[in-house]
């Protein structure tokens, strides 16, 4: 029979040190995370060669969509299915979920099937990046944790800057089903190791889930994430369809509202909303979410039509911001762990980013990439000071009875804010792009970017020399309206971090325990096999 030692959250009575099996655990997390990141970053290079098979072009948006409308609504229902009936066996079962739809979709025969099982993948997607979040917040008391805010953001670098190469090569090579396939190795081998070692208390809950909260609330998300993901594409802002989907999306979020106050197992409870640090966090992260993916949409682009840079290396393009964001993150995490100190990251964070994005909207044709990889920089420090930290805080100011849900709205918030940056400011993008266009190119540039404002190095390179390079004034045009408006949004981020209270940090010493605004520590165990 197998002894069973427990094992103390770390940096309780380790002397720092993390045990072996929890070093395993978080290996088995960060691949998890990776999955969950990699997906769509390796799925965008992949499209024309599946396009090209399965055809539908006119559906395929919804690869991409029906994978984000599935993971932005499940994300809240795992984060409470964790807290209800414990999270091993949730975050097993979004990864069982994952695998299947991404064997699914590597044998998906037509459009239609390949967007339904993206559907079923993205339902596990929503419970890895949630599940990863609360096990640590499970394992690690907050000023220990800060340590691992460096592994966390250098695998989001890892994935946003290998995920196009990685597409490319396994495209290219061994066909695009592969770029599902590619997910069922590393996800046995984390299925497996979380399986094996992680053992956490069970839970099991009398409540009943609230459906009716669910229901209200995966519809009040469809409909926002609809209206973003089509609003000024496929539908204009003001057609009947988008005021449809907005009214929808408000009736449904209010009466989500509503119902949680009587709800006896709230979905999302709304009490973590009183403590004023949870509220800030979540605003601080939908404007990190807002202002990183309209970045790293604009910034390669910019670089390709402009600086005349390849499209096969955009990933590597945001290399300065990745490198700054990681090096950033591991540093503040450092600092929280030997201080316990954090409040001036949020600050120092919001400032950096909205100065960098200021910088960014004063690119023109003749900047270098020398200087834009220098703006680029300062957005990466600033958002290496607010990635983790913002789930750090979160998760500090809540009872760990609520750790899922918190972890699970942090993200969502997050999710939701990268929805909105990417429809806004490609809106923004867009409509400048076209003005622009027009006004130097007439009725050539408005014909050139009539169907897209965004066009491809093939497409440029067929373009007159007059157009090509009223085109490259068009795109400066664009990304000066679309970074000017993240930088006016920054400013929220700050206004909101002024306000943040440095409540100590659990784990933090004598001086944590008597702090009556913090939560009551109730260090998890972990055990052995």
Not at 76 to 99: A, C, E, H, N, Q
Not at 229 to 256: D, P
Not at 296 to 308: I, K, R, S
Not at 325 to 341: D, E, H, I, K, P
Request: hydrophobic share 50%; proline share 4%.
């Amino acid at each position: 029979m197998a002894d069973t030692t427990d094992i103390p959250a770390i940096g309780a009575d380790t002397g720092g040190k993390r045990p072996k099996s929890v070093r395993v655990v978080l290996l088995a997390l960060m691949i998890a995370m990776m999955l969950a990141m990699l997906d769509n970053m390796i799925i965008g290079t992949a499209m024309p060669t599946i396009v090209g098979e399965l055809g539908g072009l006119e559906h395929l948006a919804w690869v991409v969509t029906a994978y984000t409308l599935a993971t932005a609504a499940s994300t809240p229902l795992w984060g409470k299915l964790g807290d209800m009936y414990g999270r091993k066996g949730t975050f097993l079962s979004s990864i069982v979920l994952f695998l299947i739809g991404s064997a699914l979709s590597g044998m998906a025969q037509n459009m239609g099937e390949l967007i339904g099982f993206r559907a079923i993948q993205g339902l596990g997607a929503g419970g890895l990046m949630v599940g990863v979040m609360a096990i640590i917040g499970d394992l690690i008391p907050p000023r220990e944790r800060g340590k691992y805010q460096g592994m966390m953001a250098g695998v989001m670098a890892l994935a946003m800057i290998g995920g196009p190469l990685v597409g490319g090569t396994i495209t290219d090579h061994w066909g695009w089903r592969w770029a599902f396939y590619i997910n069922l190795p590393l996800g046995v081998v984390a299925l497996v190791a979380v399986s094996a070692v992680l053992h956490l208390p069970k839970k099991r809950s009398e409540a009943r889930i609230d459906y009716l909260g669910a229901a209200l609330l995966t519809v009040g998300i469809t409909a926002i994430v609809l209206v973003t993901t089509w609003g000024g594409t496929e539908y204009a802002w003001t057609s009947a369809r988008i005021m449809e989907l907005i009214g929808i999306g408000v009736a449904a979020l209010v009466g989500f509202v509503f119902w949680q106050t009587k709800a006896a197992e709230p979905v999302l409870p709304l009490h973590i909303f009183r403590s004023r640090n949870f509220t800030l966090m979540s605003v601080i992260g939908f404007i990190t979410g807002f202002v990183m993916f309209g970045a790293t949409l604009f910034l390669p682009f910019y670089q390709q039509a402009v600086q005349g840079a390849s499209a096969t290396n955009s990933g590597l393009l945001l290399l300065p911001m990745l490198g700054a964001m990681l090096v950033t993150s591991m540093v503040a995490g450092r600092v929280t762990t030997n201080t316990g100190r954090y409040k001036v990251f949020p600050i120092l964070g919001s400032v950096l980013m909205a100065v960098g994005l200021y910088l960014l909207s004063t690119m023109d044709t003749g900047t270098s990439r020398f200087t834009s990889g220098v703006f680029m920089a300062v957005v990466g420090f600033g958002m290496g000071c607010l990635m983790q930290i913002t789930m750090l805080v979160a998760q500090n100011s809540v009872e760990m009875k609520d750790m899922g849900v918190a972890s699970s709205s942090t993200t969502l918030f997050r999710t939701l804010g990268s929805s909105f940056g990417v429809a806004i400011m490609g809106a923004l993008f867009n409509n400048r792009v076209q003005e622009v266009m027009a006004e130097r190119a007439g009725a050539l540039g408005s014909k050139v970017t009539e169907q897209s404002a965004q066009l491809d190095q093939a497409s440029l390179a067929k373009l007159p020399e007059a157009a090509r390079e009223a085109y490259q004034h068009a795109v400066s045009a664009g990304t000066h309206s679309a970074f000017l408006l993240g930088a006016v949004v920054a400013v929220v981020a700050l206004a909101a971090a002024v306000f943040v209270k440095e409540v100590p940090l659990k784990g933090a010493g004598p001086e944590g325990k008597d702090e009556p605004d913090a939560p009551a520590a109730q260090p998890p165990v972990a055990e052995t096999v």
